[in-house]
């Protein structure tokens, strides 16, 4: 009997996403770009798009942030 979801570790969790990603031949690119845009949108709005702390939280410099939003095309919103 399989965990319920909630129950799984984040490594658990992404081992299930991954294989289903697979199995519809999701390519690798893709997903790493869906995955990061999501993740900085999150991110953005936890931090109400404050950027220094984003970064922060992150653990990458500002302007490594602003160049992931832009190139990702992610509108940060104060």
Aim: glycine share 2%.
């Amino acid at each position: 009997m399989s965990k319920k979801f909630e129950e799984l570790n984040i490594h658990q969790k992404l081992e299930n996403l991954i294989a289903d990603m697979i199995e519809k031949e999701i390519h690798l690119k893709e997903a790493q770009a869906e995955f990061e845009k999501i993740y900085l949108e999150t991110a953005s709005a936890r931090y109400k798009g404050n950027k220094t702390k984003i970064a922060q939280a992150l653990g990458i410099h500002r302007n490594t942030l602003h160049n992931r939003l832009k190139a990702l095309k992610i509108k940060v919103k104060k």
